[in-house]
């Protein structure tokens, strides 16, 4: 296969790779639903053990969002219970409108072939890290959030998952507004890295 790829270009995609946050993002800006497609093409191609492919992927878009916000809080406020809070409550319900996009990451476990769960939420991580990375070409920004109703058994349903399926989390994406603010800080690669030559 000829190899016209741009590896300079590539690193620098990763590399520069941020949350972008939907507070940061243009308000009323949509993204057109293709380029939503072709990102999820991109999340598909995720490697998988024993090709289990277990993302699942609600999209929500338009007034689909509104639906969602009120899903949501209506989650939230139903079974947060002692962690209920107010701001987190209005977080979740404005978030999904500022947003173009929310995509509700699930990871749907397989019963044909037996693979440790583990293995399933990595490969869902990993589609997750495509569509990171396939933001930054279409000028897109977001981010993930495991808040809110993530880790609610009660929320499973809502997204076609079971008691052994997993909420992973909600990805809202937007056109950023600006995104001059810096990159978070990370520690020298070599300090987890350790290198072995004979
Ligand atoms: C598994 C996972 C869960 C996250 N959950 C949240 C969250 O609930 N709320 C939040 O504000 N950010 C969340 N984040 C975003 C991180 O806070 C963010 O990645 C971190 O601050 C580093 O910033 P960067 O992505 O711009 O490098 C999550 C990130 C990951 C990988």
Redesign the pocket.
């Known amino acids: 296969m000829e190899n016209n790829f741009d590896v300079k270009e590539f690193n620098s995609i990763v590399q520069n790779r ?2 972008v946050y939907p507070n940061q993002f243009q308000k009323d800006k949509q993204i057109p639903d293709e380029i939503i497609h072709e990102i999820l093409e991109n999340a598909n191609r995720a490697p998988t053990h024993k090709l289990t492919q277990p993302w699942r992927f609600t999209v929500f878009a338009g007034e689909g969002r509104e639906l969602f916000a009120n899903l949501q809080t209506d989650i939230y406020t139903k079974y947060a219970g002692e962690k209920f809070n107010e701001k987190k409550l209005k977080n979740l319900r404005e978030y999904p409108l500022l947003s173009s996009h929310v995509i509700v990451v699930g990871m749907k476990r397989s019963d044909s072939v037996s693979i440790p769960e583990i293995e399933e939420v990595i490969a869902t991580a990993c589609a997750i890290e495509n569509i990171f990375l396939s933001l930054t070409p279409y000028s897109l920004g977001g ?5 809110g109703i993530t880790y609610m058994e009660e929320a499973k349903s809502h997204f076609d998952l079971g008691p052994d399926d997993k909420l992973i ?1 909600t990805f809202f994406i937007g056109y950023p507004e600006d995104l001059s603010n810096p ?2 800080k990370r520690t020298p690669t070599d300090e987890k890295v350790k290198w072995v030559t004979g």
């Open positions: 941020r949350s981010y993930l959030s495991t808040g989390g990159l978070t």
